[in-house]
């Protein structure tokens, strides 16, 4: 009776549903959501309540984090560069982000318009014209203003703006997406620590202390950035209706961005971000090719092609310049831009790297690199160097005025370029609004981040509840405007870079931990390669094999097939496996046509072999067998018994195998993934 009372404890169960059973629903994360809102609140209170004093105290650390640690971020920086497009061109790259059978969840063009407007934004119309003339006017080495600082601006431009930036966002959104949806884990900066610490201290102290990181980081980043677009927008609508720069008119429209990216995010991802995004990409291509016509274009079209030159040909010697050599003013030089940007892109990891993650569900690495570090990089290649270029050669022509203009208020730099072009206040206006769009698109897609790192429970592949993303939404609307009034976002801007470092060390950490994995994979698939005995090798039965090859059959005729034959053989499997001592569980999902067995290993690997039932469209020449009596989309449709294993669909049909069969295919897939075990030790 023992005997037969064990082998009942692995009969069929039924599996939860894809939002969790009754002891795991979503629900706030307590510990992350109440810390980070108690450590923004502070900050945030430090900042508008002792203002000199935060100022002096935060630019006194990122000071400090550039003198002492400018060689480490100089270094790790190229690290995750090279780290990530060597996944990407590796062996490794056309791993999926996801199970093996999982289509992208975006077309590519949409996809690559969010990934743009999250991880760039309102940034472009802020720094397009003004740093060119920055360092064209005032460079790091050598005199100002002369054809070789015109060169020297746009690569150093490229630079801060180039492939080492998105390298960050491309490590961080392919670690993310991995263990999601590779893994299973959940879509959270935690997730990605568990092949380095295990999933015991991820999911404790460990696992809670990085999610705060994030939130805070992207509460208060996506705040300073909103802030300082708001001002910028109120300066672009001064300049083009008069209307005065005053507090009410930022009011005005951080309380109109807000309720956008409230509408936005009840939309969703699918809708809201994603049109948005569209927008802002058709609106900011016609802005650069509107200021291409009408400028110098042969020009502008020479000195685009010498610039990429120029970047490609320098980019490891200013990979690794740390101004050794030039004193005090190579260091406060390097502080205020290339450390400046190194940090500021590391402390934006967390957010951008999440969002894209969260959209890049299906996508192999190689496409996710490659599509994260280039597709950007040629818009911005082109951006930069077609404002860059049209400023600075205006200024070489005398328009001086635009020079101290971008040096004083970088904000203006754009609109004090659309002055010395036909139908000004046209360009300006168009700025304005896609500026704003930017705004809204950063607000929405931040409240999403914000939303699902404060959550626990949630499916890779879900969002947080609508209400807590609005929540998020106003959260920060809040602060932007108390930040506004109190005139605290440079301090605020501080400690996101000063954030930085010790999140690049948790960068580090992604990159062991995604070498690791990719590793194991590289096990699997050796293992995989080891072909055992074929489960329909018997010749004598070959006519029922090639009946079988031939045979289409209907979801009844599949379904009795799972229940009669496929089940017994999974049952059988699983009992003589708990016999030995191993633990074994068969799970049946009747709603989706799921039969599941897991063989558990402890610490090692787990075991799963799933068989599901599939709907395909049978060939041409299968049509006519269809009965009469069916309907002509019946007709066309058949169903298969996929196979599949931990890594997804194996892409083979097992329907009509007999149980000796099903059992020698368990085996053989069994024994594969023995073999990658002993790989693994």
């Not at 070789?148 to 491309?170: D, K, N, S, V």
């Not at 108390?482 to 954030?499: I, K, M, N, P, R």
């Not at 006519?543 to 009795?560: D, E, G, I, M, Q």
């Amino acid at each position: 009776m023992r005997k037969t009372h064990k082998k009942e404890s692995v009969l069929m169960h039924s599996a939860p549903d894809n939002t969790g059973n009754a002891e795991q629903k979503l629900a706030v994360n307590k510990t992350v959501f109440l810390a980070s809102s108690v450590i923004s609140i502070l900050l945030i209170l430090f900042t508008i309540l002792f203002p000199q004093a935060s100022e002096a105290v935060l630019g006194n650390a990122l000071r400090w984090v550039s003198d002492h640690f400018g060689w480490y971020y100089m270094l790790v920086v190229a690290a995750y560069s090279i780290f990530a497009l060597y996944v990407g061109l590796s062996r490794y790259g056309d791993i999926k982000l996801g199970q093996d059978h999982d289509k992208p969840d975006f077309p590519f063009l949409a996809w690559a318009a969010m990934l743009f407007s999250a991880g760039i934004g309102i940034d472009l119309l802020f720094f397009g014209a003004s740093e060119p003339l920055a360092h064209y006017l005032s460079p790091p080495d050598g005199s100002g203003a002369t054809p070789e600082a015109a060169r020297a601006a746009i690569a150093q431009a490229f630079l801060h703006w180039g492939l080492h930036g998105w390298g960050i966002y491309a490590l961080i959104g392919m670690a993310l997406a991995y263990f999601a949806y590779r893994q299973n884990l959940p879509l959270a900066l935690r997730s990605a620590l568990v092949p380095v610490f295990g999933k015991k201290r991820t999911d404790g102290w460990l696992g809670h202390s990085v999610d705060i990181f994030g939130v805070v980081c992207t509460l208060l980043g996506i705040a300073t950035s909103l802030g300082i677009g708001v001002l910028q927008a109120n300066a672009g609508l001064s300049h083009v209706f008069g209307i005065e720069t005053s507090k009410l008119v930022q009011t005005v429209i951080i309380v109109a961005v807000v309720a956008a990216a409230a509408l936005s995010a009840m939309s969703g991802v699918e809708r809201g971000v994603r049109r948005l995004s569209e927008i802002n990409m058709l609106g900011a291509t016609f802005l650069l090719l509107a200021l291409l016509v009408m400028g110098p274009t042969v020009f502008l079209l020479n000195a685009f092609t010498q610039n990429i030159g120029d970047y490609f040909q320098t980019i490891i010697s200013k990979t690794f310049d740390v101004y050794a050599y030039q004193g005090n003013s190579g260091a406060e030089w390097k502080a205020g831009w290339t450390i400046f940007f190194w940090a500021w892109w590391v402390a934006w990891a967390p957010f951008v790297g999440l969002f894209i993650a969260r959209i890049s569900r299906g996508r192999t690495l190689r496409e996710f690199v490659l599509g994260v570090m280039f597709i950007p990089l040629g818009f911005i290649f082109a951006w930069f160097s077609i404002f860059g270029n049209s400023a600075i050669d205006l200024v070489s022509h005398g328009a001086a005025a635009l020079g101290e203009t971008a040096l004083a208020d970088p904000a203006m730099g754009m609109f004090a370029l659309f002055e010395h072009y036909p139908y000004a206040s046209l360009w300006s206006l168009m700025a304005v609004v896609i500026g704003l769009i930017f705004f809204v698109t950063s607000a929405d897609s931040g409240a999403l981040v914000l939303a699902n790192l404060s959550s626990k429970n949630l499916a890779s592949g879900a969002d947080a509840p609508i209400w807590m993303r609005l929540f998020w939404a106003a959260a920060t609307g809040l602060i932007t405007l108390g930040l506004l009034f109190a005139g605290g976002f440079g301090s605020l801007q501080s400690v996101s870079v000063v954030a930085g470092l010790p999140f690049s060390l948790v960068l580090v950490i992604y990159m062991i931990s995604m070498w690791k994995s990719l590793r194991q994979e590289g096990n699997r698939r050796k293992a995989n390669q080891i072909d055992k005995a074929m489960v329909l090798a018997d010749g004598r039965n070959w006519r029922n094999r090639l009946n079988r090859l031939v045979n289409f059959p209907s979801a009844k005729t599949a379904l009795r097939f799972m229940v009669k034959t496929l089940q017994p053989a999974m049952l059988e499997v699983a009992h003589e496996l708990q016999d030995k001592g191993i633990d074994t569980h068969l799970t049946q999902d009747k709603e989706n046509h799921r039969l599941k067995l897991e063989v558990l290993h402890g610490d090692e690997v787990d075991f799963l072999y799933e068989v599901r039932l599939v709907e395909a469209v049978k060939p041409v020449f299968a049509l006519s067998q269809a009965g009469n009596l069916a309907s002509p989309l019946e007709q066309e449709k058949y169903y298969r018994a996929e196979v599949f294993l931990s890594e997804g669909s194996q892409d083979y049909d097992i329907v009509g195998y007999t149980k000796e069969q099903i059992i020698i295919d368990i085996l053989n897939q069994y024994e594969r993934h023995m073999q990658f075990l002993h790989l693994e030790r």
